[in-house]
């Protein structure tokens, strides 16, 4: 009896375990397939968002670092800016104590030139041919006002510099000549006056030799 069990037993339950078995098996390895899968698409995402917190942290410096350049780039600018409107000042400054000396020149020469020409209603009213002296000083004349006119223009020139501007030097170099015009100007002015000095002396020395040989 025990015998005809033992073979019923292997007869029925062997072969059963044997069906079942395999199932068991491909079931587990699909589970182990899904899982690994699994955790390849999670570290693909890990890693996706290690990259994604990298690109941003790079982002993030690099426009520190443009930030921190476009800080330099003002600061620089500002300091070089400053430094400009300093050596601007100073050239305007120089510039203007030119032309306050030119005016004072100039209104100098035009005192000299009342006092020639009442030297020459003096010795036209004692019958001295004036006629050369006239003319010589309204020639005169006419350069005091060309050199009044060209200080006025420096004036302008030097007052028109600005340091913001990016054609400060340009209106730099402008205000130089017109103030080395204006120098000229007066120079000829002068020139002028001392030509006409020049010939009322030879009017007067004239007439005194002609009464002389009277």
Known sequence: MKKFISALFFVVFIPSVVLVSPLVFNRTVLAQQASAESNTLQKLEKLRQNREELRKKEQERIQNLIQK????????ATRQAEAKKKVVDRIKTVFSKFLTRFNTALTRLDKIAQKIATRI???KA????????????????????AAAAAIDTAKAQVNSIDSSSSTAREAVNAAREAVRSAKKALFDYHKALVAVIRELKASAALREGTGETN
């Open 121 to 123: 209603d003096k010795l």
């Open 69 to 76: 350049r476009q800080e330099v780039k003002e600061k620089v």
């Open 126 to 145: 004692k019958g001295v041919n004036t006629q050369a002296a006239e003319a010589k000083l309204a020639n005169a004349e006419k350069l005091g006002a």
